[in-house]
Nanobody, 125 residues
Framework: QVQLVESGGGLVQAGDSLRLSCEAY????????MAWFRRAPGKEEEFVAALRGGVGSTAYADSVKGRFTISTDNTRNMVYLQMNSLKSEDTAVYYC??????????????????WGQGTQVTVSS
């Protein structure tokens, strides 16, 4: 069983930076692929970024490449999403998700078994 708790959301202006954090309560954090998804008002849930534990390989949505960075701290069972150059279209509820590793990094919601409660990010233009 894995429990995820996000923090770090808030209200910022366009161009600002924000870092989201997610603490994973899990026995073997390095065996997990950690991901961030988001749901904007009136839209479907969207993959943002993911990191495969152990190897450290990453995947990003095209819409955030070059602006967002996913990272982990294995000593603290933490995953972070550093968001730079934020845009109004980044406004969404951001969710931390996890699954046990396989060969690939999934980018679909259904591939992830464990979810946090979500944290709101609002970017004003």
């Amino acid at each position: 069983q894995v429990q995820l708790v996000e923090s770090g959301g808030g209200l910022v202006q366009a161009g600002d930076s924000l870092r989201l954090s997610c603490e994973a309560y899990a026995r073997t954090f390095s065996a997990l692929t950690m991901a961030w998804f988001r749901r904007a008002p009136g839209k479907e849930e969207e993959f943002v970024a993911a990191l495969r534990g152990g190897v450290g390989s990453t995947a990003y949505a095209d819409s955030v490449k070059g602006r967002f960075t996913i990272s982990t701290d294995n000593t603290r069972n933490m995953v972070y999403l550093q968001m730079n150059s934020l845009k109004s279209e980044d406004t969404a509820v951001y969710y931390c998700a996890a699954r046990y590793n396989n060969l690939f990094i999934p980018t679909t919601r259904t591939a992830y078994m464990y979810w946090g409660q979500g944290t709101q990010v609002t970017v004003s233009s």
